[in-house]
């Protein structure tokens, strides 16, 4: 399963962006998928998860409020619906997947890279005015 991420760009801060995540190869409808972001300098970051029939959600506490994970199964998409933007949230963002659908999302946890592969490449969002 190979995982692709779409949908970044430039907006101003306080704008909106949805991200994408698809896959080929395979469905993400079994699947935790996690988005995850990395700032110039910085180390990636956990920003949500989503499990498996949607159960469960989780955020980063910085985009609480603001950023909403979704997923449609008959397009076989998850999506990062970003309103609110900050320029702190300026990152390169991935999607990735725990395939097995095993892993729990649990809010107040640390989205732990570690739990997912694969990963897709990222797509770059940039928030300035």
């Known amino acids: 399963v190979q995982l692709q991420a779409s949908g970044g760009g430039l907006v101003q801060p306080g704008g909106s962006l949805r991200l994408s995540c698809t896959a080929s190869g395979g469905t993400l409808d079994s699947s935790t998928i996690g988005w995850f972001r990395q700032a110039p300098g910085k180390e990636r970051e956990g920003v949500s998860c989503l499990t498996r029939n949607d159960h469960s959600t989780s955020y980063l506490d910085s985009v609480k409020g603001r950023f909403s994970i979704s997923r449609d199964s008959a397009k076989e998409t998850v999506y990062l619906q970003m309103n609110g933007l900050k320029p702190e949230d300026t990152a390169i963002y991935y999607c990735?997947?725990?395939?097995?659908?095993?892993?729990?999302?649990?809010?107040?946890?640390?989205?732990?890279?570690?739990?997912?592969?694969?990963w897709g490449q990222g797509t770059l969002v940039t928030v300035s005015s």
């Open positions: 990735a997947a725990d395939l097995s659908g095993f892993l729990y999302c649990d809010q107040g946890a640390q989205i732990n890279e570690m739990d997912f592969n694969p």
